[in-house]
């Protein structure tokens, strides 16, 4: 074998063995013993503090590694949205007082610089529609009752949606939940 050839192989090699290296992942020890492992798999958890009207999350370190494949743009948007959870509904409100639900859903865009109409059914017409299937963070999601966009939220992943209800004011709901499915309309993208 040439001298070249025995480089060439070389330098293949160092090469594969560092990208190999890079795609692994270090391993940490800690004194601490889990003794409940389905406590890791646990969803997100969130917990309003009403003394401090804060969020707490307890997440995993898949949930936490979901989060950073989430853009700073959608990460925005669930923040500003989750300040608001608490706040009571009322129809035509739009303060932390009461809030309706395109209320909600024009002050959270507001918050991170996109302006968007003010009710549900303007809503829906000023976004592109995309199939359920391709859902992202920050679509929005509508429903309809009586044959018209009554209701509209905001996607946050995992097939849940943040909202004003008006029987819970905001709130995250699972979108599985029966009259959800029922009155399901349409997804939009605002961007």
């Known amino acids: 074998m040439t001298l070249w050839r025995r480089y060439f192989i070389l330098a293949l090699l160092l090469i594969l063995a560092a990208f190999a290296n890079s795609c692994t992942s270090v391993v940490r020890y800690s004194n601490k013993t889990s003794t409940n492992t389905t406590a890791k798999k646990q969803r997100v958890r969130k917990k309003v503090d009403p003394a401090k009207n804060e969020i707490q999350d307890k997440k995993t370190g898949l949930e936490r590694f979901e989060d950073k494949l989430l853009s700073s743009y959608n990460k ?64 929005l999601v509508f429903f309809r009752n009586k044959g018209k966009v009554s209701h509209v939220g905001i996607y946050i992943g995992k097939n849940q949606m943040i909202h004003s209800s008006s029987s819970k004011g905001v709130i995250i709901t699972e979108l599985s939940e029966k009259w959800y499915t029922d009155k399901y309309y349409a997804t939009g993208r605002v961007y």
């Open 76 to 139: 925005a948007l669930i923040h500003a949205a989750e300040k608001w959870i608490g706040t009571p509904y009322q129809y035509g409100g739009n303060s932390e007082n009461g809030i309706d639900c395109s209320a909600f859903v024009q002050n959270v865009y507001n918050e991170i610089g996109v302006k968007l109409p003010r009710t549900a059914a303007q809503q829906y017409d000023f976004t592109r529609k995309v199939n359920i299937g391709s859902r992202q963070v920050g679509d």
